[in-house]
């Protein structure tokens, strides 16, 4: 979800085009300005709402506003949302994905209503048919077999973790740096001097990260190699391609290598779709061929109703049941009382077949390379050495040339002053990119005209900080 570098690290020169500070900050507060000036249903909102709320917000990254305060939300359909000022904007943020299938689909709408008032029973621990139709969806779609369902992809990160331990009886898991899988103790893990530590801001490690964590960079295959002969790690949690850190994409061969080394080292490896879920209907794992042994996925997959997943190889599956010593269904405490739920799964299902269809994704990744073009476009007239980069319908700009490698370079190309300019300059002119980093994501309904309008205003923004 979120995942800021260390705040306005110098600009290395001769990665970025050096940005007159002064103007920025200048710039910036006129955008707040007119962001508090258009908004004022909103800041009262906030006000109000400061002293039963913790940070005055439902949850607290909700404080990661460019313009200073939230805007409160009245409603949203497709690609458009409104907040309470009456504003409307084209959304490319997507609620960080959860959006993905666009606002409120109708197809999953239909689904919800039929299943709470038609039908009747939101959760009551007992299966109804759509669990076994999406199970057999995802597995076509990303090819592990078998299916268990969560409510949030943090659950499913979490209970792949737990079980790639009880099967394989080894301690560590290996995360990459700036990586970031949800609120998963141990993913929190960066490299300072070869050396695991908790990643600055961290909250409430249970011990020190290094007893649980091994940590690489993404795109090194040594550093892999290295970590993985030690033997004690049960699982590699990764996307397939960073998105949290901005976007780093594999290198060619990468991900064969990651596999060749996990499958000689005997550890396990979860491709964590959440995000990469955007490359193609069966997200970067179909996409480009990959073998993992677990995939986990949430947010998208119904529609924004809550929902995560895991789906495991035969052979895991197999194991798990194997193994006398777990009790899975009790004791273990693998599941959550609302998992599984007959919402999530009638939402799912029809966010699955008639929505997030191979056509639909067809046209959002057309959408997303208009996007890149438009930003390319924009960079050249103003002469910036910035990047773009395209994970399928999802789009992010980074403040670095060439875009950066692994988690730590793009870490050190963050700038949230920068950022804020960008989001609180795009707001006022009706288009919202995620409030963390400059992710922009496409849905079915997105359209040219959408992605024009934010090339448009993007060009006028950094020509305005370019002069
Ligand atoms: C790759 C990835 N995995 C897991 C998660 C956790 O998702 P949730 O917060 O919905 O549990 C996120 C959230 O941003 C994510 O980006």
């Not at 795109?219 to 993985?228: A, I, K, M, P, S």
């Not at 004791?331 to 056509?359: K, P, Q």
């Amino acid at each position: 979800m979120r995942a800021r570098g260390p705040q306005n690290q110098p600009f290395r020169v001769s990665h970025v085009t050096p940005i007159d500070r002064s103007r920025l900050r200048r710039l910036l507060a006129d955008e707040r300005a007119a962001y508090a000036a258009a908004h004022p249903r909103s800041a009262a909102a906030y006000a109000d709402a400061h002293p039963h709320l913790l940070g005055g917000v439902p949850m607290t990254w909700m404080n990661m506003a460019a313009g200073g305060f939230p805007l409160y939300l009245k409603n949203a359909r497709g690609a458009r949302v409104t907040d309470i000022d009456d504003r409307e904007y084209i959304d490319f943020a997507l609620g960080d994905t959860g959006a993905m299938a666009g606002h409120s689909p109708e197809p999953t709408v239909e689904a919800i209503v039929r299943r709470v008032q038609d039908e009747g029973g939101i959760t009551a621990m007992m299966p109804t048919f759509d669990a076994a139709w999406v199970g057999a969806d995802l597995a076509r779609r990303f090819g592990p077999p078998v299916w268990s369902f969560t409510l949030t992809a943090t659950d499913a990160n979490r209970w792949a973790i737990r079980l790639a331990r009880q099967v394989t009886k080894r301690p560590k898991i290996l995360v990459y740096a700036y990586c970031y899988h949800g609120s998963v103790d141990e993913s929190f893990a960066v490299l300072e001097n070869g050396r695991v530590v908790a990643r600055e801001g961290n909250v409430g490690a249970p011990v020190d990260l290094a007893e649980t964590t091994r940590v690489v960079e993404f795109n090194d295959v040594e550093g892999l190699e290295r970590e993985l002969a030690h033997e004690d790690v049960a699982v590699v949690l990764m996307e397939p391609a960073l998105t949290n850190i901005g976007i780093v994409l594999p290198d060619d061969g990468y991900l064969a290598e990651v596999r060749r080394l996990t499958r000689e080292y005997g550890t396990l490896l979860i491709d964590d779709e959440t995000h990469t879920f955007s490359a193609g209907p069966g997200g970067a794992t179909r996409a480009w061929g990959l073998e993992p042994d677990i995939v986990t996925i949430g947010k998208s997959i119904a529609g924004g109703i809550p929902i995560g997943a895991y789906g495991i190889s035969r052979a895991l599956s197999d194991a798990i049941y194997a193994d006398k010593d777990a009790d899975i269904e009790d004791v273990g405490g693998v599941g959550g009382t609302l998992a599984g739920n007959a919402l999530s799964l009638a939402a799912a299902r029809a966010t699955l077949e008639f929505v997030l269809t191979d056509e639909a994704f067809e046209g959002m990744i057309d959408r997303a390379t208009r996007f890149v073009e438009g930003v390319n476009g924009a960079l050249e007239q103003a002469g910036l050495k910035w990047t773009v980069s395209q994970l399928g319908a999802r789009a992010e700009y980074r403040y670095a040339d060439p875009p950066p490698r692994t988690g730590s370079e793009s870490a050190a190309a963050a700038d949230t002053e920068l950022d804020d300019y960008l989001h609180a300059f795009l707001a006022n002119r009706g288009v919202l990119i995620t409030p963390f980093h400059n992710m922009a994501l496409m849905c079915p309904q997105t359209t040219d005209e959408d992605v024009d309008r934010h090339s448009e205003a993007f060009t006028e923004a950094v020509s305005a900080l370019t002069g």
